[in-house]
């Protein structure tokens, strides 16, 4: 039996929806970080709640459909590390974990190029929650016994590779923190902010489909990369894996008038 056919199983369980995930037993209740495991259908999550964990399942089932839709087997499964809104960045410090995810990001891809989306290029005034907000809205590998991140021994047998993705919540305060405080740091009169007042909402949900969209394209680029994947996965797949997500092949940066805090979000799928 090939991959691609083990993944027809839980496929309706995808299509369905996971509002009735029938999790197995926990293997344990040490925690980590005030997250616990949940375990179904042979993945694994670090997630503080049951709705941020079916949240999680739900991303990976998108994910490994796409590589079903286009005939390619997926790679192993990880253990899915969830970021909550209100969680600290990984590593404590909002740079120091950014710097750190992007050195594993770029191991993975075993390229030596910047991560798509990499923040680490921070404006000289950006805040501390600005840093640390950034920090929290990457999906990245993450070393099972970096001791930084320090997993429990017995969480780190349970795959053989682990990924930090932020929760849809937690993409959306962080956009909206962004946005704001952005928009503070601009000179902008009364009058001028009652005239925006109506188009907001869209800008708003602009920043916040952006930073989503931006997380998608990093699970993408490190899920179809040789190190992960074990084989090589030609730009063409690549197009057509983004495609199965409904993702351009390029991903247009934002329009100058949106926020100036966004990062340069530019990528061709075929680098």
Known sequence: ??????????????????SSVAWQ?????????????????????????????????GVHFRLWAAFAAIGEAPPSAPLILAVAADDEPLLGDGLRTMQALAGWFQEALGT???????HTNLPPD????MVAGLAKIVAAPVPLTAPE???????????????????????????????DEGLAKEDIGFGQRLLMAPLMPWIRGMMRDQFR??????LVDLSCSPRMLGRPFSPEKKVALLAALGLPATMQPPDATQVTALPNASEDASR
């Not at 039996?1 to 996971?18: D, E, I, K, Y």
């Not at 030596?112 to 990499?118: E, I």
């Not at 950006?126 to 929650?129: G, I, M, P, R, Y």
Request: charge should be negative; proline fraction near 6%.
């Open 1 to 18: 039996m090939t991959r691609c056919s083990q993944l027809v199983p839980w496929l309706g369980l995808f299509l369905a929806g996971c």
């Open 25 to 57: 037993p926990r293997p344990t209740e040490q925690m980590w970080r005030g997250a616990s495991l949940w375990c179904a259908e042979g993945i694994t999550i670090a997630a503080r709640t049951e709705s941020d964990a079916e949240e999680m399942l």
């Open 112 to 118: 030596g190029r910047v991560p798509v989306g990499d």
């Open 126 to 129: 950006a805040s501390k929650e």
């Open 149 to 179: 991140v320090a997993l429990p021994a017995s969480w780190q047998q349970r795959a053989t590779w682990a990924v930090v993705v932020p929760t849809d919540g937690t993409t959306v305060a962080v956009a909206d923190m962004l946005l």
């Open 213 to 218: 969209e931006l997380v998608w394209r990093q």
